[in-house]
Structures are given as structure tokens and as C-alpha cells.
């Protein structure tokens, strides 16, 4: 990947959305980045809207990326195919924040990470991202008798449930304890017969307004209850905190990269 010389050049994905157009203002705010170009699916009413002088929403994920060192992608899970390949393609990396990935989403995007580099996460957020190594540490030090609730709410728009957020956090408190998530998630218990079982970690979505995104994890035990928790007053911390994976990710050998690294908090 040698397309990077100065600054570096920012194509964003989704950009009619409303993180894309968050991290579009972020980009243009950023001295040491500039902004290649923004696209969206085809067809999008934003198609052809201009977001600078002489730059317009375009439909052509591929020619975005062949123009750009980094591509930041906050769309659907549907797309994630199509623009990992053009990232692959062009030899550009990319920032991956779209949420409600499935095993086989992952799996493409190790496959990409061959070829360039890539950094997913649910949240690009500083705090969200001290908070799931403080959930960790937690869940690793308090006993299995401390039972793990993790909730959340968001804005009413949001289509994914749980949060990719809430989901990072259970594979955090799940890894503190030495267990598999997908062995012990108890995911919007309901009816008659949804008694908590020993070990689970449980998950509850509220949505509703404009929330950007709140979580709370509780450790519960006999007589006392830990909560960690972070609410996120604006999606702008989201957009920056991408917009600085994007810098720190721009140049970087192939390989799967974590928000932890970006921020200096180990791997
Ligand atoms: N990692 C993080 O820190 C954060 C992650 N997110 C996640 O980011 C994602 C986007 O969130 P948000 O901006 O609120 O959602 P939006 O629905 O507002 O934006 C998504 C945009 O992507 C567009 N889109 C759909 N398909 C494609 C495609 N093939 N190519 C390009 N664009 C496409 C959508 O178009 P259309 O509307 O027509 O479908 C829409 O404009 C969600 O998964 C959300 O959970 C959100 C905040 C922070
Ligand atoms: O859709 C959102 O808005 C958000 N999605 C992410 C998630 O699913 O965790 C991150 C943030 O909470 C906002």
C-alpha cells in the first residue's frame, strides 16, 4: 500500500446516513485529513448532493477507493461484501463501524485483512472503548456468583438489537470469566418460563427519541450491584473517534487491527 504520501485521503461509505454525514463533517475538520470523496448505494436521494467544492456523493464504491488511502464504513451489514472487495481491490484500507455483523461477516472481513488493513469495531468511542477493557477486569476478579446484565438504549431508527456495543461488552465480561459468549447470552428474556440461569449474561434493548447510544453493564451479587456504564451525548464522538482509526490506519500493512491499538491500549 503505497498510495500515501502527506495527509491522508478519507473516502467515506454510507454518507447519506446519519454517520456518515457526522464523520464527513469531522473529516473536513481534520487538518492532517482530506476528504477523497463520499458514496452511497445507488439510487440514494443523496446521490449527487456536493459535501465540498467540487466533490459530490457519488454510487462508485470502487473508483472511492482507488482514490483514497482509507475507506470508513458505516453502513449496513448487506454492503460490507461489496466494499471490502473494492477496499481489496484498490489496495485501500478501511474502518469498518457498521453493526449487526454475523460469524460470516467476520469471516470476510479476516480474509480481507490478508490483503490490506482493516480495523472493525462496534464502537469508535475512547470511553466505550476503556469501558470494555474495565468490564473485562471486572468480570475476570468478582466470582460467578456476581451475575452479568448488560442494558442499553438508543434512538428509535436503530435496526439492530442488541447493539453491536452491548454485544462487544458481553465478549468482554465473557472473556473475564474464561467463557464463550454465544454459551451463556440470554438475549430479551420473555414469557413464563425466563428465570435467570447461573452463569448467563443477559442483554436488554430499549429504543426510543434521539438517544445516541447508552450502555450499562451490571454486576449483580447478594446485597450489592456494580455498574459501568457510558453514554455517548452525540454522535460526534463516534465520528471522531473514527476519523482518527482512519489516520492511525492509513499506510498500515495488511493485518485485522482493534480500537485498542488506535488508542494505545494494547491489542
Ligand atoms: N462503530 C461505531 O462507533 C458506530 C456504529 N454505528 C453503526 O453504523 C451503521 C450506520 O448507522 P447510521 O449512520 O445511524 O445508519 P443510517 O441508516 O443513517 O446510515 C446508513 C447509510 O448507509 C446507506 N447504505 C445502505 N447500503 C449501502 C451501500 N451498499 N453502499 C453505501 N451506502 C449504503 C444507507 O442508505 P439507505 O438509508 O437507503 O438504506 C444509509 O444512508 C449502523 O450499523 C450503526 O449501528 C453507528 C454509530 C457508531
Ligand atoms: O446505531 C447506532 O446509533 C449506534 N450503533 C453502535 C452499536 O450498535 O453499538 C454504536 C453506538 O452505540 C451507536
Redesign the pocket.
Known amino acids: 500500500m503505497a498510495k500515501r504520501s502527506g495527509a491522508a485521503r478519507i473516502g467515506v461509505?454510507?454518507?447519506?446516513?446519519?454517520?456518515?454525514q457526522?464523520i464527513i463533517e469531522r473529516v473536513l475538520a481534520t487538518k492532517d485529513a482530506v476528504l477523497a470523496g463520499a458514496?452511497?448505494?445507488p439510487g440514494?436521494?443523496?446521490m449527487g448532493r456536493s459535501i465540498a467544492p467540487s466533490l459530490v456523493i457519488c454510487a462508485n464504491?470502487l473508483a472511492l477507493a482507488h482514490s483514497a488511502d482509507v475507506l470508513v464504513d458505516?453502513?449496513?451489514?448487506?454492503?460490507l461484501e461489496?466494499?471490502l472487495t473494492a477496499a481489496c481491490d484498490a489496495s485501500c484500507a478501511i474502518v469498518i463501524?457498521?453493526?449487526?455483523l454475523t460469524p460470516k461477516h467476520h469471516r470476510l472481513i479476516d480474509e480481507a485483512a490478508k490483503t490490506i488493513a482493516v480495523l472493525q469495531?462496534?464502537?469508535?468511542?475512547l470511553g466505550?472503548t476503556m469501558l470494555a477493557a474495565l468490564v473485562k477486569e471486572a468480570a475476570s476478579r468478582l466470582g460467578d456468583d456476581w451475575d452479568i446484565e448488560i442494558a442499553e438504549m438508543h434512538?428509535r431508527?436503530?435496526?439492530?438489537a442488541p447493539?453491536?456495543?452491548a454485544l462487544m461488552l458481553g465478549e468482554a465480561a465473557a472473556a473475564g470469566r474464561g467463557v464463550k459468549l454465544a454459551n451463556v447470552a440470554a438475549k430479551g428474556r420473555a414469557g413464563a418460563d425466563a428465570a435467570r440461569k447461573v452463569g448467563e449474561i443477559g442483554f436488554a434493548a430499549l429504543r426510543g427519541g434521539s438517544v445516541a447510544?447508552d450502555h450499562v453493564v451490571i454486576l449483580a451479587a447478594d446485597g450489592e450491584r456494580l455498574e459501568l456504564g457510558h453514554r455517548a451525548e452525540s454522535?460526534e464522538i463516534?465520528a471522531r473517534?473514527?476519523v482518527r482509526a482512519a489516520l492511525w490506519l492509513a499506510g498500515k500493512p495488511a493485518g485485522r487491527y482493534t480500537m485498542n491499538e488506535v488508542l494505545g491500549l494494547g491489542a
Open positions: 461509505l454510507g454518507a447519506g446516513g446519519r454517520m456518515g457526522s458514496a452511497e448505494k440514494h436521494p443523496a464504491t458505516f453502513t449496513i451489514p448487506d454492503a461489496e466494499n463501524g457498521t453493526t449487526g469495531t462496534a464502537n469508535t468511542s466505550v434512538h431508527h436503530k435496526v439492530d447493539s453491536g456495543t447510544g454522535r463516534f473517534g473514527a
